[in-house]
């Protein structure tokens, strides 16, 4: 559910960032007000165990193995605010270090996965709980009910998020410019995957993780009363949000009209105010859409008879090429001269070979930040503000000409970042890319992208429009992922974090952020040791009903070990001076290719930006 | 005490100190000592025995939940830690290296681990570089500043925790099992520079089960009880003749090859 960059427009990712800034300000508060100065070590060790619970990974029947999430866990453990900020942590990380999760997609993915499904999934752990007693099955049982509605709450989110794309962002002939499927395609097929089998999952694992602590540690569980007073100030900002938000959703809309980005006219600027009514009539179609009958206005209004068959049709499709796609992986990643043979049931082999491949990918991760190559030569903070901004330019570009020289010139710094070519293409080009190719394929045809005919592949129209669209869709995807990743394979990891202080994040995040990556690590070293335990005990042939008990009191017992391990934290940050507000040391220093860089970045992303405006490639 | 030197002024002053986790957990059933500045201090005992806690309650991070614990005169409670004047001056001049290097070492890298407490306590960026240069020299840590500690050996993590503290210049060290798990060279060196952090006057209470080190990092030695009392004190030389006090308190077991281990031990 990790949303990549080029998925969602500017607009709907500028409209997250703006909604979680505030959401982040107001939990950062309440939270300090609760824990005081012991925040910091909470917040990172919670982080820290949120991003290692994805490496657990849970038997499901039929002998394939999946992974819970855990925001609802990480609700139920430290409470909903704390949640929100260790969750996102643990997001940010995973954006930023181990492209996972875009990082202009970063604000939509927080609120799916640290606002709404920890909020959602503890609201429902309560009311279903109720005062029942400590040790009950109803508690149980109210756990897995909020891991499956949480999770089913963000992934229908998401699949909104989606299908709102090609409504805001398309060209005049109706080619779509990010996510390439409507909320017809997009909300049943996350919400269907969810509701089918990654909601499953996460139930199993709450329910039991919960059911493990509840009798063992049941002071490890959260159990105050959720502040809700947020500063007066904060509410205020949160309402003109909520009434701007609209406006960020219409922006595209009205300036869909023209074809590059900013290049409306004057005449067009003067029909701006006849447009805003229509564009919220629109809009106002489009909320109703997703809930009672799916009467949804088809984008451009066009061959919208046919549109139903078309849109089920590609819904089916869409999901096959997922089917395909992820067992196309699972072969490719199980070729026996790569790995040792491992039966597809063996969760345990599974586990420890996550926790082996990701101390192995750090270490070589290090190692390529310490080669002697032009982006492992600059500043820091200088290298990830242009990185920033060639993302932003890929954000914002529909030209596939312009998608094409960015991604040549991540290239060409590749290979003067001495990372060898073969293994830049087969890192980028893994998971996401490959992802999004099959996921651009129906987007060629004329059922999602009606236009003039090109070719045909059976009853099968692909249209010129499509054509663009499928290829605007994927090169975003692919140059912007080629960029995060150049960005984190050439900068050590904790400069990385450390440079952020740089675009005004706080140091009291930065230090979580440094903490939690810290820990991250020795977590990662106990999952291995767990399973390898747990190997040379019972080996891997076990039923999955055992397996899942044993996983789920794994991941309780990290937690109790976490919590004894936040507190001696806090204890060893005291005992040196820590009083709740942290002074980190900077040793970041410019010298004069620093600059030299970045005015040639800066002219490279005008030049291109200028190319498009002129040229309307 | 060897009494070579003239009555030093009185550090800690405990008096029938109480602690228990939770409440339900005793760690500590009336313990009472004094702790004189200079001195060289060793608290044994098997697992379990408090010794942890107490060097906790020393650094101030527990306090006494009965009796009482004064540093130069001043009790040590809750309270007197709100007054951040109070607070650090008193983390300045203290320094508790713990157990586990794992909790210790808490940043990103070596280098901003060591770092971090001299900035807590309002040191100058100019002059925490400058110290983190000499120490890194002086303990030969210079390759480990930019790594991460997960990278390290234990030793080598033993090695940086000893330099997160000195870093600070604090008189007083309070060290929690420093030799644990380290091999006999790495202990060594490690003694070596407890040696060296004593001849420049530091106040050093070491706690440990490793009986073979007592000689070399203390002047004196208590005992901490099953019980979790004191079960004797004494010179190293005292407690390590007392076989009788020792298997009492689970430090020794009677096994054929202890004496020939003693013997090597006195040698």
């Known amino acids: 559910m990790h949303i990549p ?64 999430v855990g925001a609802v866990l990480v609700a139920v453990l430290l409470g909903p605010w704390a949640a929100v900020i260790a969750i996102s942590v643990a997001l940010a990380v995973q954006a930023l270090l181990f492209g996972d999760g875009g990082i202009t997609a970063l604000g939509a993915n927080c609120f799916n996965m640290a606002v709404v499904m920890p909020f959602v999934g503890y609201y429902v752990y309560k009311l279903i709980s109720g005062g029942a007693p400590n040790d009950s099955n109803r508690r149980v049982i109210a756990a897995g009910v909020a891991g499956y509605i949480g999770i089913n709450a963000a992934a229908f989110l998401a699949g909104v998020e989606f299908g709102l794309q090609p409504y805001l962002h398309h060209t005049a002939e109706g080619q779509a410019l990010y996510c390439p499927y409507g909320l017809k395609v997009a909300v049943p097929l996350m919400a269907g995957e969810h509701l089918l089998i990654f909601g499953w999952v996460e139930a199993v694992v709450t329910a039991l993780v919960v059911k493990y602590l509840e009798k063992q540690a049941p002071e490890l569980l959260f159990r105050e009363k959720v502040p809700m007073k947020i500063p007066t100030k904060l509410w205020v900002l949160l309402g003109i949000l909520v009434l701007l938000s609209p406006l960020g959703l219409i922006l595209p809309k009205l300036v869909k009209a023209g074809g590059a980005w900013g290049e409306w006219g004057a005449d067009e600027l003067k029909g701006l105010a006849g447009y805003i009514p229509a564009g919220l009539k629109k809009l106002d179609g489009l909320w109703q859409a997703p809930i009672p009958d799916y009467t949804f206005q088809g984008w451009e209004g066009k061959g919208l008879s046919h549109l139903s068959l078309a849109y089920i049709f590609s819904g089916i499709l869409g999901m096959a090429l997922v089917v395909l796609a992820v067992w196309l992986l699972g072969k490719y990643l199980s070729r026996p001269e790569r790995r040792p043979l491992m039966p597809k049931r063996d969760f345990v082999g599974r586990s420890i070979r996550g926790a082996l491949d990701f101390i192995k ?38 030209s596939l000409a312009v998608l094409g020289l960015i991604y040549i010139f991540c290239l060409i710094l590749a290979l003067f970042s001495r990372i060898g070519i073969g293994f830049f293409l087969k890192r980028t080009w893994i998971f996401i890319p490959f992802f999004s190719l099959l996921i651009a394929i129906p987007a060629l045809f004329s059922f999602i992208s009606p236009g003039r005919p090109v070719a045909s592949v059976g009853p099968l129209m692909i249209t010129h429009t499509g054509i663009k669209a499928a290829g605007v869709f994927f090169g975003r995807v692919v140059t912007s992922v080629s960029l995060a990743v150049l960005l984190s394979m050439t900068t050590r990891h904790f400069e990385l974090l450390k440079a952020l202080r740089f675009f005004g994040i706080p140091q009291m995040f930065v230090m979580v952020l440094g903490i939690t990556y810290r820990y991250i690590y020795l977590f990662v070293e106990i999952v291995e040791n767990t399973f390898r335990a747990i190997r040379s005990r019972v080996g891997s042939g076990m039923h999955y009903r055992k397996g899942q008990k044993v996983v789920a009191w794994n991941i309780a017992h990290l937690w109790i070990r976490s919590y004894a391990l936040n507190e001696q934290v806090y204890q060893a940050m005291v005992s040196r001076g820590f009083r709740g507000e942290p002074r980190t040391l900077d040793h970041f220093q410019t010298r004069r290719r620093d600059w030299l860089w970045l005015f040639g970045a800066a002219m490279i992303i005008l030049l291109l930006a200028y190319a498009e405006y002129r040229t309307k490639l | 005490m060897t009494g070579q030197k003239e009555p030093a002024p009185v550090l800690f002053e405990c008096r029938d100190v109480h602690y228990s986790y939770q409440g339900r957990f005793p760690a500590l059933n009336g313990v009472g000592l004094t702790i004189t500045a200079g001195e060289r201090v060793a608290l044994v005992g098997a697992n379990g025995s408090g010794k942890s806690t107490f060097l906790h309650l020393l650094d101030a991070l527990i306090f006494p939940q009965r009796g009482t614990l004064a540093y130069i005169g001043k009790e040590l409670t809750e309270k007197s830690f709100l007054d951040a004047e109070f607070s650090l001056r008193f983390r300045r001049k203290i320094g508790l290296i ?51 500690p997960h990278q390290l050996s234990l030793g080598e993590k033993r090695k940086v925790a000893f330099a997160t503290i000195l870093v600070i210049e604090p008189d007083v060290l309070l060290l929690d099992e420093p030799t644990a798990g380290l091999d006999p060279k790495t202990s060594t060196k490690l003694i070596g520079m407890l040696a060296e952090a004593s001849h420049s006057g530091k106040t050093i209470v070491t706690a440990t089960h490793d009986l073979h080190i007592i000689e070399d990092i203390a002047d004196k030695v208590y005992v901490f009880g099953q019980d979790k009392k004191l079960a004797g004190a004494g010179t190293p030389a005292e407690i390590l003749g007392d076989t009788a006090l020792l298997q009492a308190n689970n430090l020794i077991h009677i096994h054929p090859h202890h004496t020939r281990d003693h013997k090597v031990m006195k040698a």
């Open chain 1, 361 to 398: 990918e750090s270490i070589f991760a290090d190692e390529i930040a310490s080669r002697p190559g032009v982006l492992q030569s600059l500043d820091p903070r200088i290298k990830a503000v242009t990185v920033l901004f060639f993302i932003l330019l890929v954000m914002f570009t529909r």
């Open chain 1, 5 to 68: 960059d080029g998925y969602l427009g500017p607009a709907t990712s500028g409209v997250f960032y703006a909604v979680m800034l505030p959401v982040w300000i107001a939990a950062s508060r309440i939270v300090k007000k609760t824990m005081q100065a012991r925040q910091v070590p909470l917040m990172a060790i919670g982080a820290a165990f949120s991003f290692v619970i994805m490496m657990f990974n849970l038997p499901i029947p039929g002998g394939s193995t999946g992974h819970a």
């Open chain 2, 98 to 148: 713990f157990q586990n290097p794992d909790v210790q070492l808490f940043c990103p890298t070596v280098r901003e681990d060591i770092a971090f407490g001299p900035l807590q306590l309002g040191m100058e960026e100019k002059t925490v570089k400058a110290r983190l240069e000499l120490l890194a020299e002086t303990l030969q840590i210079g390759p480990l500043l930019d790594r991460s």
